[in-house]
């Protein structure tokens, strides 16, 4: 994704062409996907009877509140939003160079790459409720920095912010099959990603036109609402857990 922002920028200076490519190739992988899924499902006729009887009493089962995870993961697009417009916030906010402001995006990135090394590590001496827990507090404090002027903690803040959005991917996609039965904990994991690929399309194409209309000064605004929104997202979901 970062490639193909990269090029339109370069090319034809507008990040609106780049996120309607980004856009047309994810419907085009989930077209895919939906089209040959019975191409990635593996076979068991001596088992086909029961299994047939198993998705069907799992999907009388499934519930609307097991969609909360998946809700989650639709409001984790903040990654996709920094990621695309924390230079161009820069740039127009605060009349940063166009070079300095692209660093700080390799900052972030370089900091969520860092972070979900560090994540796989911490998993071995600490519980992943707290791993989260302590990240998602990281975040808060780090989105309030974004309304501050750029100096030389910028680069320390932006690093930060990757830091703290690492973990929550990863470690909260494991969750359901510490919630819900084998079958169900699967479906919810499917739901997971396409509610992620489906808040990518959406919240950088909705940001980009409040940008426009009401211009970059709510960036900082919208990045701590989604924070928020998915710290509240968090405890809920770890209230299920405890059920």
Not at 184 to 204: D, E, H, K, T
Request: aromatic share 16%; glycine share 4%.
């Amino acid at each position: 994704m970062l490639a193909i922002l990269t090029f339109f920028l370069s090319t034809f200076s507008s990040w609106r062409f780049a996120i309607g490519a980004i856009a047309l190739l994810e419907i085009l992988i989930l077209l895919l996907i939906f089209v040959y899924r019975r191409h990635f499902a593996e076979r068991d006729d001596s088992q086909e009877s029961t299994s047939h009887k198993t998705n069907a009493e799992t999907n009388q089962k499934f519930k609307l509140s097991y969609l909360i995870n998946p809700i989650f993961y639709f409001f984790y697009a903040i990654e996709a939003v920094m990621g695309i417009f924390l230079a161009t916030y820069y740039v127009e906010n605060f009349q940063v160079n166009s070079a300095q402001a692209a660093f700080f995006t390799t900052l972030f990135w370089l900091g969520l790459m860092v972070g979900r090394f560090v994540t796989g590590a911490l998993t071995r001496f600490m519980q992943d409720k707290t791993i989260i827990y302590s990240h998602l507090g990281l975040l808060l404090l780090m989105s309030i920095t974004l309304f501050l002027p750029p100096g030389l903690y910028t680069m320390g803040t932006v690093f930060l912010l990757g830091l703290a959005m690492s973990p929550l991917y990863p470690l909260m996609m494991m969750l359901p099959n510490q919630m819900y039965p084998e079958l169900i904990a699967q479906r919810v994991i499917s739901y997971n990603v396409g509610f992620c690929m489906l808040g990518i399309l959406v919240f950088p194409l909705l940001f980009g036109a409040l940008f426009k209309i009401l211009s970059f000064s709510i960036f900082p605004i919208l990045i701590l609402m989604l924070t928020v929104i998915l710290s509240v997202l968090v405890v809920l979901i770890f209230k299920q857990v405890k059920k």
